[in-house]
């Protein structure tokens, strides 16, 4: 079971990396997220389904990055935090090691 600190982030316009240092039982570690807003009106494909919406606009997405969460939407766009692939593997290291 992993434990879970929560970080408001303000909703802006655009990418917003995040860098975060952290130490964690005397072993540092620096993680990269980063929040995207994602509009509906720019998905490409007419749909109703915000699914198939969301599945279309991530297929091109930056492959350095994969997806971590998908917040709650709204009528106007869908905010999607990624972590830098790396870090996401030290993640699951130290949870393995705890």
Known sequence: MAAHIAIPI????GKQDIEIEVT????RQELHYRVELFYWEDC???TIDRVDCIRQMLAGYDQDWTLYYIG???DQF????FVKR???VKQRK???ES
Do not use: F, Q, Y
């Not at 303000?10 to 316009?13: A, L, Q």
């Open 78 to 81: 869908v905010p999607i935090t």
């Open 86 to 88: 790396e870090d996401l």
């Open 44 to 46: 490409n494909i007419p």
């Open 24 to 27: 964690i039982n005397g072993k």
């Open 72 to 74: 709650s939407p709204t």
């Open 10 to 13: 303000p909703m802006m316009p």
């Open 94 to 96: 130290l949870l393995v």
